[in-house]
């Protein structure tokens, strides 16, 4: 049964639990490495740790944003974006809050007569001085099939 | 290099995108979605035998150009819209051009269209703010 509508507005607002996740060299050198990028220098975190730390960190996990979701079949999440903003770079063995929630749920309708449900969550992360470093905003869509007529 | 409106960011080409890369993906990511690790699984999407790359590693590719244009700290922004699948053994090229440069004394920033592509398709296509060195 597709998630109702009532449901899926309901999570507009929903907190993450919020916590602390640090980036270890080891899973930044693998994950760089499935870029195919070099290794970075200085401690960097490459760019994309923004999509997982900020998840992991928050005390959520993409297997409860699918949860929360109602997401059932294979192939019915789709990702429509990212805004990824950076205001320090990431870096390898700082401790980061993450503190975010889910701002945006609307069912909607393609052009072929799909209902979808566009899901949006937004984690900001926070250095040891409480500075921010980073906010992750993720749209997602949730396919639900066809209108019953 | 001047880096200017109108500036061609050079292009970063990636000759075959690697499933193998996927699944060590999705341990890091904690992603139980399927469709980034069996092949077979994704018959009923239309594309057995084939993996779906992870919307993050797609964006890489763009994230590798603009570091490699500008230097390893260099990006401030990214907003991307993902308009297509890139799936595993697809040859890629990300690309993007300068079109607004900002700024004051002790900043300068650097707004660029970004787009990866496959065979002229794009997969994915958006902005980035990008910080300039200061003369």
């Given at each position: 049964m597709t998630a109702s509508e009532e449901y899926m507005m309901s999570?507009?607002?929903?907190?993450?639990?919020g916590g602390k996740r640090t980036i270890a060299h080891w899973e930044n050198f693998l994950l760089t490495d499935c870029t195919t990028s070099p290794q970075l220098k200085n401690g960097l975190a490459h760019p994309i740790a923004l999509f997982h730390i900020p998840i992991q960190g928050a005390q959520t996990s993409i297997t409860e944003l699918f949860e929360l979701g109602k997401v059932k079949d294979v192939g019915s999440v789709g990702l429509d974006g990212y805004d990824w903003e950076y205001f320090q770079p990431l870096r390898e063995e700082v401790e980061y809050r993450c503190d975010g929630e889910i701002i945006e749920v609307e069912r909607r309708l393609t052009k072929s007569g799909k209902i979808y449900d566009r899901f949006v969550f937004s984690i900001e992360l926070y250095d040891e001085e409480n500075q921010p470093v980073a906010k992750a905003t993720s749209f997602w869509r949730l396919r639900r099939g066809r209108v019953e007529s | 290099m001047k880096v200017e409106v109108g500036t061609q960011i050079p292009s970063l080409e990636i000759p075959s995108v690697d499933a193998q890369k996927m699944k060590t993906m999705a341990a890091l990511l904690r992603d139980?979605?399927?469709?980034?690790?069996?092949a077979e699984g994704n018959e009923k999407m239309g594309i057995k035998g084939k993996v779906v790359n992870q919307g993050p590693l797609n964006l890489s590719y763009l994230v590798n150009m603009l570091m490699q244009w500008?230097?390893?700290?260099?990006?401030?922004r990214l907003t991307v819209d993902f308009t297509g699948w890139v799936l595993g053994g697809d040859g890629l090229s990300a690309s993007g051009k300068v079109i607004e440069i900002h700024g004051d004394a002790d900043t300068k920033l650097a707004r660029c269209e970004i787009w990866l592509e496959r065979q002229g398709e794009r997969l994915l296509e958006g902005e980035a703010i990008i910080a300039l060195p200061v003369n």
């Open positions: 999570l507009v607002g929903h907190k993450f639990p | 139980p979605y399927p469709i980034h690790w069996d500008q230097g390893q700290d260099c990006i401030r």
